[in-house]
């Protein structure tokens, strides 16, 4: 297949590419500069596109047989204004959308996130894919204003749309201020680790999981035009922060200790994030072809 990739120097973005080119797929990825690259190895080099969302040349999408769109912008715990999230999470990925379909692409996949769901997460033991989308965060929200116009312009232009919500993705590249980077380099550097008391509960999946998911959506069966076909990504397992990190202070050999307790917790926390994984999980008997 000819894919055009976006965010494959970010954390997900990366494995997805790796994964792609690994599989035999011809890739054209979009990176912001000449300086960026995936943060881990890749197998070989996809064929590269330098600009952002709002610069794409339309000629470049042209026999395209997906478009996996990954990049976004403020990713806890970086932040950044609310007017940007606006511009590149919502117009600019309508603006992929359009120059896409325009060029006669027929099939999406778009990476969302589990904080799209913010309060309605706290009425599910397995929150379901059609919970109600209640975000807390400025970047749940704008992922939503995102979500809900793409679900309405591949209905309108009878377009092929997997939407695919990501839960605790954890790995090797990941931002150095989340936890489990976090915890690694603790590790490594034979430290203690604070932390908070660890008693919330959420669905950690490594991020080359993720990318088996968001890759095997490109040619899904089950994704049929002008009917948004939307998921959870995750194992659907929920487990501690404390129990995970104890797990990963284990498999690392750290020598220092954990100390659970010393960290205030967070106000806004969510004390349960786990997935339904109905419609993912029958993805992976799901016959594809690269």
Same mark, same amino acid.
């Given at each position: 297949m000819r894919l055009f990739?976006?965010?494959?120097?970010?954390?997900i973005?990366?494995?997805?590419?790796?994964? =792609? !080119?690994?599989?035999?797929? @011809?890739?054209? =990825? !979009?990176?912001?500069?000449? @300086?960026?690259?995936?943060?881990?190895?890749?197998?070989?080099?996809?064929?590269?596109?330098?600009?952002t969302l709002a610069s794409i040349a339309p000629s470049i999408l042209d026999?395209?047989?997906?478009?996996?769109?990954l990049a976004s912008v403020g990713v806890s715990p970086r932040r950044v204004p609310w007017t940007v999230l606006v511009e590149a999470n919502v117009v600019g990925s309508l603006r992929l959308?359009?120059?896409a379909a325009a060029a006669g692409v027929r099939r999406f996949v778009v990476a969302g996130t589990c904080h799209e769901y913010g309060e309605s997460a706290r009425r599910y033991f397995a929150i379901p894919p059609d919970a109600p989308l209640e975000p807390i965060s400025a970047y749940g929200a704008s992922k939503v204003a995102a979500f809900q116009l793409l679900r309405a312009f591949a209905i309108e232009h009878e377009l092929e749309f997997f939407y695919g919500r990501i839960f605790t993705a954890y790995g090797?590249?990941?931002?150095?201020?989340?936890?489990?980077?976090?915890?690694r380099r603790a590790a490594l550097a034979g430290e203690d680790f604070p932390m908070t008391s660890g008693k919330q509960i959420?669905?950690?999946?490594?991020?080359s999981v993720v990318a088996e998911y968001l890759l095997k959506a490109c040619s899904r069966q089950d994704v049929i035009s002008a009917v948004p076909f939307v998921a959870n990504?995750?194992?659907?397992k929920g487990t501690s922060l404390h129990a995970f990190a104890e797990q990963e202070w284990s498999k690392m050999g750290a020598?220092?200790?954990?100390?659970?307790?010393s960290l205030p917790e967070r106000t806004d926390q969510i004390d349960r994030y786990v997935p339904d994984l109905r419609g993912l999980l029958t993805a992976s008997s799901q016959p594809w072809e690269n």
């Amino acid at each position: 297949m000819r894919l055009f990739l976006t965010g494959g120097t970010g954390f997900i973005g990366s494995y997805v590419l790796a994964a =792609a !080119l690994l599989a035999g797929h @011809e890739v054209c =990825a !979009l990176r912001r500069s000449l @300086e960026s690259s995936p943060v881990i190895p890749l197998p070989l080099q996809p064929q590269w596109c330098t600009g952002t969302l709002a610069s794409i040349a339309p000629s470049i999408l042209d026999g395209v047989d997906a478009v996996l769109h990954l990049a976004s912008v403020g990713v806890s715990p970086r932040r950044v204004p609310w007017t940007v999230l606006v511009e590149a999470n919502v117009v600019g990925s309508l603006r992929l959308f359009e120059l896409a379909a325009a060029a006669g692409v027929r099939r999406f996949v778009v990476a969302g996130t589990c904080h799209e769901y913010g309060e309605s997460a706290r009425r599910y033991f397995a929150i379901p894919p059609d919970a109600p989308l209640e975000p807390i965060s400025a970047y749940g929200a704008s992922k939503v204003a995102a979500f809900q116009l793409l679900r309405a312009f591949a209905i309108e232009h009878e377009l092929e749309f997997f939407y695919g919500r990501i839960f605790t993705a954890y790995g090797e590249g990941q931002f150095a201020g989340n936890f489990w980077p976090s915890l690694r380099r603790a590790a490594l550097a034979g430290e203690d680790f604070p932390m908070t008391s660890g008693k919330q509960i959420s669905d950690f999946v490594h991020a080359s999981v993720v990318a088996e998911y968001l890759l095997k959506a490109c040619s899904r069966q089950d994704v049929i035009s002008a009917v948004p076909f939307v998921a959870n990504i995750g194992t659907g397992k929920g487990t501690s922060l404390h129990a995970f990190a104890e797990q990963e202070w284990s498999k690392m050999g750290a020598p220092g200790k954990l100390l659970p307790g010393s960290l205030p917790e967070r106000t806004d926390q969510i004390d349960r994030y786990v997935p339904d994984l109905r419609g993912l999980l029958t993805a992976s008997s799901q016959p594809w072809e690269n």
